[in-house]
């Protein structure tokens, strides 16, 4: 299958659709609008692009903007050719917002000229349930309530992303854990059984929480909010390197001698949290004084400093193994095995299995933040 960019196939088709009669056209994109990508130059085309199709492509009046999950009431973006004002708008996300577009139309000459458009949001949670849709889909409704509230073990102490982007949290580290056991589990008997496996994990919610007690599918899909499925990839001691190095660029450079603010600290360059990356299985300082590309200090592994020859099995997010975030190499590297089964069941079926969510067999300080080789926090 070939997918091409965005820009080119609006340039393609919505001339086709102006001589076909179309007085108004209107694209629907499942694109964000800020002209940035982040699988970086792994693809050929922007990722982000509906703003860059409303510059470059004539004839369109508004476009639908989706996939940023970034609240958009209304925004304007001339046409280089045409120097007419095309109405971009984006209702965030989960169905969150509703975008509404008022178009002003003038019939002249057995055609309608679009005079203006403007667009504004809707909020959903101030609208009243549709008592119609409501009863056809209640039955289904008591289904997902019922699923979701399901106990599936029970926790040992409370456990949070709170503060999940700066200090290596145990919560993280539940996901690592749950991702390698299945991943050595599939590859038993094969010929990569031998290898160790690490694991990547990213801080999704600022807000997730499996308080200590009954734990239900709710908490746990609380913390894994995506449906991501799960791959495992071949990387070097040197690629993990590198791998953490990039991942350490979403830490704000700060010097030693300055306070610091955790509100500030992180999402440097706009990074957002989903693209920074735990890595289980070593031991490591990421020290934020240091310029980015030289943060990762006293890297090792099974207590002595990493092979940067060695094999390593990464249990990996297939957003993260198809290029989702630019990291280096894991795109490319050769996989190994891969599943289609969401990492948020993976987890539910750990904590079943297990019953008792107990810290002791999931969590560890592997990563600290220094600055000048001096603990952060």
């Not at 960019?5 to 919505?14: F, H, S, T």
């Not at 609380?222 to 991501?228: C, K, S």
């Not at 890595?279 to 592994?301: C, E, H, M, P, W």
């Not at 297939?318 to 630019?326: E, V, W």
């Amino acid at each position: 299958m070939t997918f091409p960019g965005l820009e080119e196939q609006a340039a393609k088709w919505v001339p086709k659709l102006r001589s076909m009669g179309a007085d108004v056209v209107i694209v629907s994109a499942h694109s964000g609008s800020s002209g940035t990508s982040s699988y970086g130059d792994q693809l050929p085309y922007v990722e982000n692009s509906a703003a860059l199709v409303a510059q470059q492509v004539p004839g369109i009046d508004a476009i639908l903007v989706g996939h940023a999950h970034v609240e958009i009431p209304e925004l304007k973006v001339t046409n280089k050719a045409t120097g007419r004002t095309v109405v971009l708008s984006e209702p965030l996300c989960y169905a969150e917002r509703l975008s509404v577009f008022d178009f002003n139309l003038v019939f002249e000459k057995g055609r309608w000229t679009v005079e203006s458009v403007a667009a504004s949001l809707r909020d959903a949670k101030t609208v009243a349930d549709d008592p119609k849709i409501t009863r056809l889909l209640k039955d289904e409704h008591a289904l997902v309530v019922e699923y979701v509230n399901q106990v599936v073990g029970t926790a040992k102490a409370t456990l949070t992303t709170v503060d999940a982007r700066y200090k290596d949290a145990p919560i993280i580290d539940l996901i690592t854990k749950v991702q390698e056991d299945v991943v050595k589990a599939a590859l038993a008997g094969t010929a990569y059984a031998s290898l160790p496996v690490i694991a990547q994990a990213s801080p999704f919610s600022r807000t997730s929480e499996i308080p200590a007690g009954e734990v239900t599918i709710r908490d746990l899909s609380g913390l894994y909010v995506y449906d991501n499925t799960l791959v495992a990839k071949l990387l070097t001691g040197a690629q993990v390197r590198a791998y953490l190095e990039y991942s350490a660029e979403y830490f704000v450079r700060t010097a030693a001698d300055t306070a610091v603010d955790t509100e500030k600290l992180t999402n440097a360059g706009g990074r957002p949290d989903y693209n920074y990356d735990y890595v289980s299985g070593f031991s490591y300082d990421i020290d934020i004084a240091q310029a980015a590309g030289s943060r990762i200090k006293n890297l090792t592994y099974n207590g002595a400093a990493l092979d940067d020859a060695q094999q390593f099995v990464l249990a990996v997010n297939n957003y993260r193994a198809n290029g989702g975030g630019a990291f280096p190499h894991v795109a490319a590297a050769t996989e190994v095995w891969s599943e289609s089964t969401e990492i948020r069941t993976r987890i539910a079926e750990w904590v079943t299995a297990k019953g008792v969510l107990d810290p002791a067999d999931f969590a560890s300080v592997d990563w600290k933040l220094t600055r000048n080789g001096t603990p952060v926090f």
